[in-house]
């Protein structure tokens, strides 16, 4: 759970920025979404070389 304390003089609206960067920081929402449907080990590391050889060529077109 996320704790924000209001700090003295502080506006309600600064403390509910503050809350929210956190909540975005601490990556709550994409650990929900993540563990929403399992996805077998195999099919992760596969989207990581698929993704590495991306971008590499992505690069590659640069130079």
């Known amino acids: 759970m996320l704790i924000v304390n209001v700090k003295n003089n502080e506006s309600i609206e600064k403390a509910l920025r503050r809350y929210r960067r956190k909540h975005r920081d601490v990556g709550l929402r994409d650990e929900l979404r993540r563990r929403k449907h399992f996805t077998k080990p195999s ?15 992505k690069r590659m077109e640069e130079v």
Request: charged content about 45%; proline content about 0%; glycine content about 0%.
């Open 43 to 57: 099919v992760v590391r596969r989207k990581e070389v698929l993704k590495a050889e991306y971008i590499e060529q």
